[in-house]
């Protein structure tokens, strides 16, 4: 439980506590999904399991285990069985960095737009989703669910079949693998049914309202002062919170959400590159390239010739 970094990870910012923030590595052709077996490389971030938040979802599951991990400064215990669900911006540390965790089990970590529109159109945005109840949680809630003891063969099992389909990448490994993870998405909401109706009403309403106005309008020009008029904040105050809470401004969330719909359809659909970039909101064909460029390292139609033989 020593990795320095999350594979395909990279730093992206610090929150207003300085706080390190790292995100998730897209890679054009690979299914946005990466999973590690445990203690061989487990995400805890800056060296040292140093505390650390992250743009992407994690879960993580204990088959055997003896240890503490932190998350906003609470302390769990881990033992056998355990099942951790990490949302983004939530601050994961060691209690000792050279303790050993965890001695047998997993860890998955993807972004929320895995969870594909078909199955979350109806959704204002992934906190609302069914199977991503569990991580919609604040930072007074719980972040551990039990698995009985007749069903964790099963969940070694699910891992499993994930990063065999990761490695061996074969055609159609992409969807392959978003299958399992629904699969395993799926049982952790099962765990976490008693609370639903606990995380519905218990997510923190202004960020949830953010990113609800982001959701709707990303695909126009809309901007700091648009979001915040919506919310009746001043941009002041609004960029403040939510970089504080998420190392983020709210510019770079609407990036973000540009870009994950770009990646989209130039996967999915014979678009052109500049009529991809008006409906993710960027009427100027040649600055969607460039931020594009610098946020994945390949151009929009590089991005889209490597992703085609998968599709």
């Given amino acids: 439980m020593r990795q320095s970094l999350v594979p395909g990870s990279r730093p992206v910012g610090v929150t207003g506590q300085g706080v390190p923030v790292i995100g998730f590595g897209h890679v054009p052709g690979v299914a946005p999904v990466a999973v590690a077996r445990v ?20 879960l993580f599951y204990a088959h055997r285990a003896d240890g503490v991990v932190l998350i906003d400064g ?7 069985g355990d099942v951790f669900v990490i949302a983004p911006g939530q601050v994961v540390s060691l209690r000792d960095p050279h303790e050993e ?6 860890v998955v970590w993807f972004p929320a737009d895995v969870v594909r529109p078909g199955m979350s159109g109806a959704y204002s945005s ?25 069903d964790r063969a099963g969940w070694v099992e699910r891992f499993a079949a994930l990063d065999a389909e990761l490695r061996a990448r074969r055609d159609g490994h992409q969807e392959a693998a978003l299958a399992h993870l629904t699969l395993l998405l799926v049982a952790a909401a099962r765990l976490s049914t008693g609370v639903a109706d606990q995380l519905r009403s218990s997510d923190e309403p202004l960020l949830a309202a953010v990113f609800d106005a982001i959701e709707q309008r ?3 020009g809309i901007s700091l002062a648009d979001v915040a008029a919506e919310l009746a904040l001043t ?7 939510v970089r504080r809470k998420t190392g983020r401004t709210v510019q770079q969330w609407i990036a973000q959400r540009r870009m994950q719909q770009a990646r989209l359809l130039l996967t999915e659909t014979d678009l052109t590159v500049a009529a991809i970039s008006r409906r993710v909101g960027y009427p100027d064909v040649s600055y969607f390239v460039k931020r594009f460029r610098a946020d994945h390292g390949v151009t929009p139609g590089q991005w889209r010739d490597t992703a085609l033989p998968t599709r």
């Fill in 101 to 106: 965790v965890a001695t047998d089990g997993w």
């Fill in 218 to 220: 990303y695909h126009e």
């Fill in 126 to 150: 992934w906190r609302a989703h069914p199977l991503l109840f569990p991580f919609a949680q604040g930072t007074d809630r719980a972040q551990r669910l039990r698995i009985p003891a007749a």
């Fill in 235 to 241: 941009t002041g105050h609004l960029t403040t919170v």
């Fill in 39 to 58: 203690p061989e490389s487990l995400p805890v971030g800056p060296a040292g399991g140093g505390a650390h938040t992250h743009d992407f979802l994690a």
């Fill in 74 to 80: 609470r302390r769990w215990t881990v033992t056998d």
